[in-house]
């Protein structure tokens, strides 16, 4: 199982990137699929989860701007972040729960004044 993630980049404050991952090698659909983030420093926090069902979870830091969304059949989550700051700055780490816990190579994301 991999976790194939793209997206991310460099943008100024106010800002809009999107972040994809897909699992690839297994046809076995995932329970959650989500996103984290690691910052400098800082302890790995949640961005956001979604379920099969499709019930979502945000962290407080990105609620209202972020959306995350999900294609259950593919096995891919997006990542629409809107309204972006400074301390978005971080390292974005895709996730998925099959049973086991996956995780992707990590995009960076950076956030200019």
């Known amino acids: 199982v991999q976790l194939q993630a793209s997206g991310g980049g460099l943008v100024q404050a106010g800002g809009s990137l999107g972040l994809s991952c897909t699992v690839l090698g297994t046809d076995v659909r995932v329970v959650v699929m989500g996103w984290y983030r690691k910052a400098p420093g800082k302890q790995r926090e949640l961005v956001a989860t979604?379920?099969?069902?499709?019930?979502?979870i945000y962290g407080n830091s990105v609620k209202g701007r972020f959306t995350i969304s999900r294609d259950a059949a593919k096995n891919t989550v997006d990542l629409q972040m809107n309204s972006l700051k400074v301390e978005d700055t971080a390292v974005y780490y895709c996730?998925?729960?099959?049973?086991?816990?996956?995780w992707g190579q990590g995009t960076q994301v950076t956030v200019s004044s």
């Open positions: 996730y998925a729960n099959l049973a086991l816990d996956y």
């Open positions: 979604v379920s099969r069902g499709g019930t979502t």
